[in-house]
């Protein structure tokens, strides 16, 4: 909470300065420049100094998608911008979901009565490599060098994604080349389910919000090796991944409101780690599983699996890990 407001009292700040700096100028430059003005050349440096201010705005917002509080309100921006598009397409749709989730919602206990089975995500297609069976017997093999276990994609430390893997049939088209992430361009089904779970949080008065969502291989890679750079390789791995291990390429996950440890004991985030699982999504990096996972403890991460194995993982708030169920790892071979 006081990271949102402290973040929007530094943007807001930033937003008057991009114009008090260039009007600043331009009324020195009227009240003490006596001979000749050019006040056509003037404007145009005001106007040059305007942009300026406003693009470091931008390549900040391009290049420090991981610093927080700032991407949070960057990027909920951006987010909430695009849905918007979206939403009026489906205005009548929506209007029949929101009626929907309003009366299986139980307001008193913050609890969502959500009947819904959310399917699983179908497998891309392509030729089965089988790679035999994990410690726990589910059957192991890759699709275009993707790696599944049990029909579930993976994405870790120690199963890759080729660097050329795009997720088709996502809700806006994701794109490969893409140098900044995109918080709608999640798989449809996911998407689908992630809209149900913000209009019932919406409907107690919760609000959640995509702040990172789909990363190319490109843009993981910017943000890793730029990590590397600031914290040194070993601290960045704890938290960053390297390009091909992240899940955010998978279109299948996404990172949810403030992207800091504070975001658990937020109302959203209680509710979220509640109730994310009616909706078939998972918290992938749960507390203390960090040996498992390969990650600390990201309240923020979520990631769709359908509710069939969601509710499992679940496990009545004792998260399970998708590592520790599968019987894979999650560990860098150097
Ligand atoms: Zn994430």
């Not at 000749?36 to 404007?43: C, D, E, L, V």
């Not at 307001?107 to 179908?122: D, I, L, P, Q, R």
Request: neutral net charge; charged residues 25%.
């Amino acid at each position: 909470m006081q990271n949102n407001m402290l973040v929007t009292v530094i943007s807001t700040g930033y937003f008057i300065l991009c114009f008090l700096i260039p009007l600043g100028y331009l009324f020195l430059f009227a009240r003490y420049k006596s001979k000749k003005k050019n006040y056509g050349r003037a404007f145009i440096i005001a106007l040059i100094m305007f942009l300026i201010l406003f693009g470091i705005k931008e390549v900040v917002k391009e290049n420090f998608l991981n610093v927080k509080p700032l991407n949070c309100y960057l990027n909920k921006v951006c987010e909430e911008k695009e849905d918007e598009d979206k939403m009026d397409e489906n205005k009548s749709e929506k209007a029949t979901k929101t009626t929907t989730s309003s009366s299986t919602t139980t307001t008193t206990s913050k609890v969502v009565k959500n009947e819904k089975t959310y399917e699983k995500v179908k497998e891309i297609s392509g030729t089965k490599t089988d790679k035999g069976k994990t410690s726990k017997g589910y059957s192991i093999y890759e699709i275009n060098g993707v790696t599944f276990v049990d029909g579930y994609l993976i994405a870790n430390k120690s199963y890759f994604l080729p660097e050329s893997y795009v997720p088709d049939n996502t809700y806006t088209k994701a794109d490969g080349n893409a140098a900044k992430q995109c918080p709608t361009c999640i798989e449809n089904t996911a998407y689908q389910a992630f809209k149900d779970m913000k209009a019932d949080a919406a409907a107690l008065g919760l609000n959640i919000y995509i702040s990172s969502g789909f990363r190319s291989y490109i843009t993981q890679s910017n943000i890793y090796n730029r990590n590397v750079t600031n914290n040194g390789q070993e601290k960045a791995d704890t938290y960053s991944a390297r390009p091909g291990s992240s899940e955010h390429q998978t279109g299948l996950c996404f990172d949810l409101n403030t992207i800091d440890s504070s975001f658990a004991n937020t109302s959203e985030g209680k509710w979220v780690n509640q109730n994310a699982h009616k909706y078939g999504y998972i918290i992938r990096y749960p507390k203390g599983k960090t040996e498992e996972t390969g990650y600390i403890y990201e309240p923020w991460h979520l990631r769709y699996v359908g509710t069939e194995l969601a509710e499992k993982l679940y496990n009545n708030g004792n998260w399970l890990t998708i590592e520790d169920y599968f019987g894979i790892t999650s560990e860098y071979s150097e």
